[in-house]
């Protein structure tokens, strides 16, 4: 788990001091080791200097650094070389299978199995690989270089293009910021914000700086010495059912025990590490399931980590308690007080690589586990996405039905909307808009999580060309997910978007980057992509409560799996976000929405975030405490990164 940087197609004399400021700019993803490399390209090109910042996890010794020289490249070759962030959990038997073949190891880590999977299979390597990975391998025989990203987008690779030429890349945007504004100018994306208002996170591959763009999931990219695109491939889909899906209950004990027998396999796989390892344990079912397996799996005990909160109704740490005791695993409760949060809100708008009104729980919990001695920790990340565990897969096909059975009132609609939008709740401006959007199970499902209406947004900005008026998506985006959706039934295709949408670009992108922002790698066992393949090819009539939520889960875990994980009601853990920002956040964030001069060096209204928070400390109704986060948060990033439309 580390960061990675790069430059190609440029001067050596621009590249290398560039690549050192972006490296710096990655040390805290990689405090254990930093390493840069200038490696020499084909004749009449500049070299490609790639560099590593390292989080040692396999293989400790100085064996593991990057970037990392290809060792078994025949007589008279050229080395290859590889920069790369995450970890490739099969990579034993992928060493194992290559030692049979005569490939020779000079270390015991899982950067070298890659760089020996490409020497015997090529670019198809990847597609033997279990794992969470974004790497930079260049190719010096070819003249040619690699770039490919896991399946479900879990570590991150970012791309930049300069105005002169060449290619820049990197793990977060802020190290392609810190090449320097005459390679990356600081320029903010109308786009990108648009999403960010309506959503609350930058969709899709655009990010909020113009021109960065983040590589696809799933993506194998290959570019020329100087980074001019040769070909790109996606390797690899959920395999979610097209049509009808029916199946009989013994097909379904079938597919609940091999289910069962991926889940233990991919938790036994997340279980190696040559540093100590914990496992996050909430009350709920994903992080309790884990622990269950991993009780199982596990020759040595298993460590678990609880946060307790000291706000009423958030804390779930006697819950997990109860459950890590019936489990016998080596319990550890750390305590969390709200003034830990606002003493240190700071630290987490410092750690944002872009705006997000997520996450800050994750920088908390990530926190508490570096300072309790853990490197490694597992999540239940993607559990909710898969097993149907959000209210989302029961809300958007009631929503479905509500808006077709509108149709039939179509001549007074428009006085139900209007009637709508004059309410005094945001949720009938809520109900507004869905009257007044087309019955598409996409387009109510993004209405679900709108962070600002349509109407609400264009107070703060115009619409942008590219983007969709009502979601707020760019119409690309937009497109594709609705390619993505076709032919699924209604709980299948709300696991398609949650996975596509909200866990890509909010829960993923926030755990990487502020688990990342204090040392600690998080592993999510419940996205090896067998275990994805195996849950998604499933009937979505699987996913519905049985009324137990995620039975399908339950089944797969097994009767060791504690009762009061699924007969308590479904709690997450979050902050009172409306109390804080009228308590003791108040004066920082009435300040940063009171910048008028910021606002308009963004694009945006000058005053309309000033009257928002006018509107929330009357406490209008129709003005969400998240809205106000996301003002807040968006403000201190911008000013941080000193970003701008004038650019």
Request: charged share 25%.
């Amino acid at each position: 788990m580390c960061g990675i940087a790069g430059v190609l197609g440029l001067p050596a004399d621009i590249a290398r001091p560039a690549a050192e400021r972006m490296l710096a700019a990655l040390r805290h993803r990689g405090p254990d080791d930093l390493g840069i490399e200038v490696v020499p390209g084909p004749a009449g090109h500049p070299p490609a200097v790639i560099a590593h910042a390292r989080l040692s996890i396999i293989d400790l010794s100085p064996g593991g650094h990057q970037p990392m020289r290809d060792t078994t490249t025949p007589p008279g070759a050229r080395p290859n070389w590889l920069v790369f962030n995450g970890e490739v959990f099969n990579y034993a038997s992928l060493r194992d299978e290559l030692a049979s073949h005569g490939t020779r190891w000079q270390t015991h880590s899982d950067t070298e199995v890659i760089l020996g999977a490409y020497r015997a299979w090529g670019e198809s390597s990847v597609e033997r690989m279990r794992g969470m990975f974004a790497w930079c391998l260049l190719d010096t025989e070819r003249g040619t270089i690699w770039f490919c990203r896991d399946r479900l987008g879990i570590k991150p690779l970012y791309m930049f293009r300069p105005a002169r030429g060449g290619l820049l890349f990197a793990s977060e945007v802020r190290a392609l910021l810190a090449a320097g504004p005459d390679l990356v100018p600081p320029r903010l994306s109308a786009t990108a914000l648009e999403s960010y208002l309506a959503q609350g996170m930058v969709c899709g591959t655009d990010t909020v700086v113009e021109g960065i763009e983040l590589l696809a999931s799933a993506t194998s990219l290959v570019t020329d010495w100087s980074g001019k695109l040769e070909r790109r491939r996606t390797y690899w889909r959920a395999p979610f059912p097209r049509g009808a899906t029916d199946a009989t209950p013994e097909e379904r004990r079938q597919a609940v025990r091999r289910l069962g027998e991926t889940l233990r396999e991919a938790v036994q796989l997340r279980l190696v590490a040559d540093v100590p390892l914990g496992l996050f344990l909430s009350a709920g079912v994903d992080s309790s399931a884990l622990a269950t397996v991993a009780t199982e799996v596990s020759a040595a005990r298993v460590q678990t980590l609880s946060i307790g909160f000291d706000a009423a109704g958030f804390d779930e740490s006697p819950e997990a308690a109860q459950i890590a005791e019936a489990l016998g695993t080596e319990h550890t409760t750390l305590r969390l007080r709200g003034d830990d949060v606002l003493a240190e809100i700071d630290e987490v708008f410092a750690a944002m690589d872009q705006p997000t009104v997520d996450g800050f729980n994750t920088y908390f919990v990530s926190r508490a586990a570096r300072r309790a001695g853990l490197t490694v920790a597992l999540s239940g990340l993607g559990g909710d996405e898969l097993f149907g565990g959000y209210a989302s897969f029961r809300d958007v096909p009631a929503a479905m039905r509500l808006r077709k059975r509108a149709a039939g009132f179509w001549p007074v609609a428009p006085l139900l909307t209007t009637a709508a939008r004059l309410g005094r709740h945001r949720g009938l401006a809520k109900a507004a808009e869905l009257l007044d959007r087309p019955p598409s199970l996409l387009q109510l499902y993004l209405l679900r999580r709108e962070l600002f209406l349509p109407r609400e947004r264009r107070t703060l900005q115009p619409l942008p060309a590219a983007s969709d008026r009502a979601s707020g998506l760019p119409l690309q985006v937009l497109h594709d997910l609705d390619a993505h959706l076709e032919g699924l039934d209604a709980e299948n295709a709300v696991s398609a978007v949650e996975l596509a949408s909200y866990m890509r670009h909010m829960l993923l992108r926030d755990a990487d980057v502020f688990s990342m922002a204090v040392g600690l790698e998080a592993r999510v066992p419940l996205l090896d992509h067998h275990l994805v393949e195996a849950a998604a090819a499933m009937p979505g009539a699987w996913k519905r409560p049985d009324p137990r939520p995620k039975p399908l889960l339950l089944d797969a875990v097994g009767p060791r799996l504690h009762s009061l994980v699924y007969t308590r009601p479904k709690r997450g853990f979050t902050f009172p976000w409306d109390a804080w920002l009228r308590g003791p956040m108040r004066e920082s964030a009435m300040s940063a929405l009171a910048r008028g001069d910021l606002w308009s060096q963004a694009g945006l209204d000058p005053t309309a975030p000033r009257r928002l928070w006018e509107r929330f400390e009357r406490r209008d109704p129709r003005v969400a405490a998240l809205q106000i986060l996301g003002l807040w948060s968006l403000a201190r990033y911008i000013e941080r990164n000193h970003l701008s439309m004038a650019h």
